[in-house]
């Protein structure tokens, strides 16, 4: 990882230099050092981990707005863990169970981790040169048929994430001296409105993250009432 490598250098080069005394730059806390040892996760992110400033509606009726609250912290953690991996090309992180369950949906960041992979060989690296934004979250009841359709153990909780998010955003490999090649692309002015069930997962030295199982296209007429969005052109 890149710690690892800089500390190498630093090495080399004090050897080099006949031991010469250089100023030691800052430590790595063993929290960090735990994280990126357990999940290849770099740069450490801090502590706690920023997430993005949306509204959180909760709109089932049924549900504590505590805990409705819980559950959207935890799926915006595991938003902002996704993109520091994607800019650290840390493919392990992916298959870490830290915002997934690997045994459950092990397809789940295959897309990723090929196209950080493939950057690697071609000795370049995937670039997020944007991101896309998040305009609204909505706690809602995941219907029964959703869950089941899933057939995975164990099911999605009762409640899902419906999530509204504008463009663009862009995922590129670069290699130097070649052209920069997208593989992941939503233009500005495009959106995506999504219905996400999964459940609430805690791996050591993290804070509670969501790890999705499973999500549907608000669009979709057979899944445009579980997300319960406002009519278009409402606020």
Known sequence: MRIGR???????AALLAGCTERPAGPAQSPRCAALQQRYGLTPCPADPIPVEPVT?????????????HRIAQAYLRSRAL??????????????SGAIDLPGVTPLMFEAETGHIRDARARHGSVVLASRSTLKS?????????LRD???VSPAPMADAVVIEADGPEQQLIRVPGRADQPVSTLERGD???LLV?????????????FAELGQWECLDPDTHDACQ?????AG
């Open 191 to 193: 959106s995506y409105r």
């Open 56 to 68: 959180v509606q909760n709109l089932d009726k049924n549900l504590p707005d505590a805990e409705a």
């Open 137 to 145: 979250l909505r706690i809602v009841p995941l219907p029964q048929d």
């Open 82 to 95: 996704y993109y520091l991996a994607i800019q650290d090309n840390s493919d392990r992180f992916f298959e």
């Open 197 to 209: 069930g999964g459940v609430l997962v805690t791996k050591e030295g993290l804070p509670e993250t």
């Open 6 to 12: 800089a500390a190498a250098v630093f090495a080399a």
């Open 229 to 233: 969005l406002p009519p278009a052109g």
């Open 149 to 151: 359709s899933l057939e």
